[in-house]
């Protein structure tokens, strides 16, 4: 009866009715685009960025992490191998040894970090080879070909076809230095990520260094938003250690992270227009029904009953809000998926280029901006209900 | 011959705090009232009449004295315990009608029967049952808003006699009412009363009205000037 009441009283002022609920809807409907948004383009930073180098997930010794000495290898490379190609979330894998080397030519020197990759996977893991702007991709090992970052070939003067001699220290102490052939120059860009590296084939970089152990393995998954399960269920053993992104790239992680609360300032100017709206609501229909509640009361309802009812009209009307709401940001979310806004001017980010933001549908999207709305409006309806349970008979009555 | 179910001893009303203007609404009251009563509380304007139906109902508190009801004294109940009192035992009918306008006829009548965790097999039977001894049948659906002033005012005796409750309490319930509707009103309490053994107490202002009581009560300032019983 409380309940069939509280719909009732709902729809007694339609228009302030209608009202409150656009209200209510619009606060929904503006909240859950706006995540969808930053869900969308968030979630297309991360790939973009996660695919320059870095993968979903990396393998390392754990000492390496700090330390990054050529010592702190991997060397059951191959037991990683047989486990990653027999893992069905893993789509691919790359392995690589990471050094710094000193690079020598035309009588200059420049220090350089030198990655020994595998030809045929790195691209499978990354966009490497898109980055490459001059020369080609090489194909065969042991040979010495590398490709370079721009920043070392405009400091060292070099060209595709040119020679480099890189000189460093090996695994076993020995010197090592060797004369390489530039296959490839990559793509000039402000901040790029390739412009101190040099990179060779894993056979020549293990002959480089006397070693046949590697440092890295980069991993990337059928899904992104599974790294951090992946990484917490995939058994490397003791000594190594697995890491998804998040963890990899924890300075990024944390400043997109802080980037999200951000936002969180704006959506609460939203919800508290829209709950300030309500409150007035729910206040001004209990004022004018002083008399009705003080007879509810004087014949017999309990107080706790009086309260329930202000609190339901007020849920009934935000939860029927909350499904017209949801079938707009449904309408407007896959619209905006697809077609996305573009930039007038791309924009860069990080060294990555966006030039168009898309709305991803999640069900964060619908079911936060949902319990937000529920919540602030219980929370505006409690007072004006405490207030309803406190009415006395006599008084409201008298008022005529 | 039958039981007392309201004993009221020693009420003192007063309002205000100042000794300057303090009113005494009113002054040691004695009333005991029996079952199958049907009185009227009459006094002329500011006598006392509200505040001692509204003491009563357990509405107002008085500042002294006992409301004993079937042995139970009210004025010791919590908030919850009173809205449990009123719901089971008292049975309003006020001035203006106030039915609740969401609620249909049939629903303002079955409101304190829901309240009560009727079943709905006996709300139904009930509400047809006051229905015809209200005289309003064929009009459950109808919203209060959709009768007469006389009608509501019946519906609001249903709504009052439907729960069966010890005693119902009517404050001027022919106010509001043209004096051939209010006297057809107060017939038809009477009936109640007659055919129902209803116990009623009102207050009311008008001759004729009055004339109709079994039981007058006078008061004057607050206190009891008269009690008369007639047959
Ligand atoms: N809430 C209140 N505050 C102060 N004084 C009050 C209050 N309620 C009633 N009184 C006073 O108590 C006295 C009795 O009032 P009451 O309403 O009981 O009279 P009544 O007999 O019902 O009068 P009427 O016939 O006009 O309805 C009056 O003097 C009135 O002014
Ligand atoms: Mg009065």
Do not use: C
């Not at chain 1, 490497?128 to 400091?155: C, D, M």
């Not at chain 1, 007020?314 to 079938?327: E, K, N, T």
């Not at chain 2, 004695?30 to 509200?50: C, D, M, T, W, Y």
């Amino acid at each position: 009866m409380i309940l069939k009441m509280a719909f009732r009283n709902i729809f007694r002022h339609k228009r302030r009715t209608a009202l409150t609920a656009l209200m209510m809807i619009g606060g929904y409907v503006l909240l859950s685009f706006s995540l969808a948004f930053v869900d969308g383009s968030y979630g297309d930073m991360i790939s973009l960025f996660t695919s320059q180098t870095t993968g979903h997930a990396q393998i390392h010794n754990d000492k390496f992490i700090n330390s990054e000495s050529i010592h702190d290898s991997i060397k059951s490379w191959d037991k990683i191998k047989e486990d990653l190609k027999n893992n069905s979330e893993v789509v691919s894998f790359s392995p690589r040894l990471k050094n710094g080397a000193l690079a020598f030519s035309h009588k200059k020197t420049f220090a350089v970090e030198m990655w020994g990759i595998d030809w045929a996977s790195e691209p499978k893991v990354t966009t490497i080879k898109q980055r490459l702007a001059l020369g080609s991709w090489p194909s065969t090992n042991g040979e010495n070909q590398v490709l370079i970052g721009s920043k070392i070939s405009e400091v060292l003067g070099l060209k595709v076809g040119d020679e480099i001699v890189l000189i460093s220290q090996g695994a076993d102490g020995s010197i090592a230095n060797d004369i390489f052939f530039v296959k490839g120059i990559f793509e000039k860009e402000e901040q790029g990520v390739d412009d101190y590296r040099v990179y060779t084939d894993l056979a020549s970089a293990q002959m480089f260094y006397s070693t046949s152990h590697i440092h890295e393995v980069a991993i990337k998954l059928a899904s992104i938003y599974n790294a951090k399960k992946f990484s917490t269920h995939f058994k490397v053993e003791e000594g190594l250690i697995i890491r998804p992104w998040q963890e990899v790239e924890k300075d990024f992680f944390k400043a997109m992270e802080i980037d999200k609360k951000g936002n969180t300032i704006s959506y609460s100017i939203i919800m508290f227009v829209v709950a300030l709206g309500v409150l007035n609501t729910v206040l001004m229909s209990i004022l004018e029904r002083t008399k009705e509640l003080g007879v509810l009361k004087a014949i017999g309802t309990t107080p706790g009953s009086l309260s329930l009812m202000i609190i339901l009209e007020s849920q009934i009307l935000a939860m029927m809000s909350l499904i017209i709401g949801s079938i707009i940001a449904t309408l407007l979310n896959s619209y905006f998926s697809k077609h996305g806004i573009s930039f007038s001017e791309p924009m860069t980010y990080g060294g990555m280029t966006i030039s168009a933001m898309y709305a991803r549908i999640t069900l964060n999207s619908y079911l936060r901006p949902a319990v937000i709305v529920l919540v602030s409006t219980l929370f505006v309806s409690i007072f004006p209900a405490i207030r309803a349970a406190r009415i006395s008979p006599l008084d409201a009555m008298r008022e005529v | 011959m039958s039981e007392t179910i309201f004993q009221i001893e020693g009420i003192n009303r007063t309002f205000g705090d100042d000794p300057e203007t303090l009113v005494h609404a009113l002054a040691d009251i004695n009333l005991s009232i029996k079952r199958g009563e049907f009185s009227a509380l009459v006094g002329p304007s500011g006598s006392g009449k509200s505040t001692l139906l509204n003491i009563m109902s357990g509405l107002d508190v008085p500042t002294s004295g006992e409301v004993i009801l079937n042995g139970k004294h009210i004025n010791s109940m919590t908030g919850k315990e009173l809205s449990h009192f009123r719901r089971d035992h008292i049975g309003f009918i006020f001035q203006s009608y106030n039915l609740i306008p969401v609620l249909s006829v049939k629903e303002n009548i079955e409101y304190i029967m829901v309240l009560q965790g009727k079943s709905e097999q006996e709300r139904a039977e009930r509400v047809s049952e006051v229905l015809k001894s209200v005289g309003i049948e064929g009009k459950e659906n109808r919203l209060p808003s959709q009768l007469s002033g006389g009608q509501q005012q019946r519906v609001a005796v249903a709504r009052a006699i439907a729960a069966d409750p010890d005693i119902i309490l009517a404050d001027e319930p022919t106010a509001n009412l043209d004096s051939k509707t209010g006297a057809a009103l107060i017939e038809m309490m009477q009936n109640l009363n007659d055919d129902l053994g209803k116990t009623f107490i009102f207050s009311t202002h008008d001759q004729k009205i009055m004339d109709k009581a079994k039981r007058l009560v006078t008061l004057e300032d607050g206190r009891i000037q008269n009690e008369e019983v007639r047959s």
